[in-house]
């Protein structure tokens, strides 16, 4: 049983590192792309438009990533309800 909750330890660990690493990932993007708060300009314009589909794709991955994440964590939550039952 316990090295059941240790290996359920160590999984969850890995999904709490991948979440860290897509919210550090999407925080360098963010500081990169939207370093002022208006865009001010007729060519800032033009160019944060320019660059709509890197910023529309790089969110859909980054959700798509955090709902791949959230089911492996909903997933070992189970598992960890199921020993603490069989545990009972």
């Known amino acids: 049983m316990n090295w059941e909750i240790k290996d359920l330890m160590c999984d969850i660990e890995v999904v709490k590192e991948k979440i860290n690493d897509v919210a550090i990932k999407h925080g ?31 969110n859909e991955h980054t959700v798509e990533l955090l709902q791949v994440y959230l089911k492996e964590f909903g997933e070992l939550i189970q598992k960890f309800h199921e020993i603490e039952k069989a545990s009972s």
Do not use: G
């Open 28 to 58: 360098w993007f963010v500081e990169d792309k939207f370093v002022k708060n208006e865009l001010e300009t007729k060519q800032e314009h033009i160019n944060f438009s320019a660059s709509y589909l890197e910023h529309r794709i790089q």
